[in-house]
């Protein structure tokens, strides 16, 4: 069973900067898509980023384009979040997720941001960013 680890959270002002990090093991599957996603109190969980493990494709939301940026070394099976300009509304709990299976076209690639096509989950690693 995929283990999912999270780490890097913490508090900041407005502006700064954090980077999270997601430590994979125990795959018994090649993974097709990996992402961080996100869910504050009272919301639902959204989508933040997702990459394609193989090409390394991404799609963003629109909230963090140009603020956020994913990397992955899939020989350490770690991926990462660099998170820049932070701001109060990206308060909330990041997690990472991993999907197995078929994978999208690129016209529905952009769908992945939804939480329903990811099966395995971390714990989540909390960013709180202060005005």
């Known amino acids: 069973q995929v283990q999912l680890v999270e780490s890097g959270g913490g508090s900041v002002q407005a502006g700064g900067s954090l980077r999270l990090s997601c430590a994979a093991s125990?795959?018994?599957?090649?993974?097709?898509?990996m992402g961080w996603f996100r869910q504050a109190p009272g919301k639902e969980r959204e989508g933040v980023v997702i990459?394609?493990?193989?090409?390394?494709?991404?799609v963003y939301a629109d909230s963090v384009k140009g603020r956020f940026q994913i990397s992955q070394d899939n020989a350490k099976n770690t991926l990462y979040l660099q998170m820049n300009s932070l701001k109060p509304e990206d308060t909330a709990m990041y997690y990472c997720?991993?999907?197995?299976?078929?994978?999208?076209?690129?016209?529905?690639?952009?769908?992945?941001?939804?939480?329903?096509?990811?099966?395995?989950w971390g714990q989540g690693t909390q960013v709180t960013v202060s005005s």
């Open positions: 125990g795959y018994t599957y090649s993974p097709t898509y």
């Open positions: 990459i394609d493990r193989d090409s390394g494709v991404t």
């Open positions: 997720a991993v999907r197995r299976g078929t994978r999208f076209t690129v016209a529905m690639f952009p769908a992945l941001l939804s939480p329903e096509y990811f099966g395995d």
